[in-house]
């Protein structure tokens, strides 16, 4: 059979069976583009949170505040009951970051016991390394 009309013929593709093209480098600039224009400049902000994360920045706000709230306490019920309330998410960010602390030595106990049992041979470059990191950290 020819076919004598081919180009009325209609054309079917599957998802994804056409000509598809997909950008799959990483985008890491997603966090600082989302900054609205005129709330500040994103290269500006990229820079400052190489300086301070904002965590960390929050983090300082909130000590430097809690403590200047003991100086001075909060005069109206909705002062005190934010100022309540600020501690208490301060102390759950510090169990959280405990915990994570408590984590990362249990990760280290089960890879030097994993490496004393596969690899023994390994345990006097384990213990110069740990050394090194410790030193290179305290000086």
């Known amino acids: ?21 997909q950008d799959i480098r990483p985008d890491t600039n997603w966090f600082f583009a989302g900054i609205a224009p005129a709330s500040g400049d994103p290269v500006i902000e990229r820079k400052a949170f190489e300086v301070a994360t904002y965590g960390r920045q929050l983090g300082l706000i909130t000590e430097v505040l809690a ?4 100086q001075a ?11 309540q309330r600020l501690r208490e998410i301060q ?3 510090e169990d959280v970051k405990e915990r ?4 990362v030595l249990e990760q280290i106990d089960s890879l030097l016991a994993r490496l004393k ?21 305290e000086g």
């Open 1 to 21: 059979m020819v076919p004598w009309f081919f180009f009325w013929a209609p054309q079917l593709t599957m998802p994804f069976g056409g000509a598809v093209a």
């Open 67 to 70: 403590d200047l709230a003991t």
């Open 73 to 83: 306490p909060p005069k109206t019920a909705q002062g005190r009951k934010s100022l």
């Open 91 to 93: 102390a759950r960010i």
């Open 100 to 103: 994570d602390a408590i984590d």
């Open 117 to 137: 049992k596969t690899h023994p041979e390994r345990l006097a470059a384990a213990r110069q390394r740990i050394a090194h990191a410790l030193a290179v950290d």
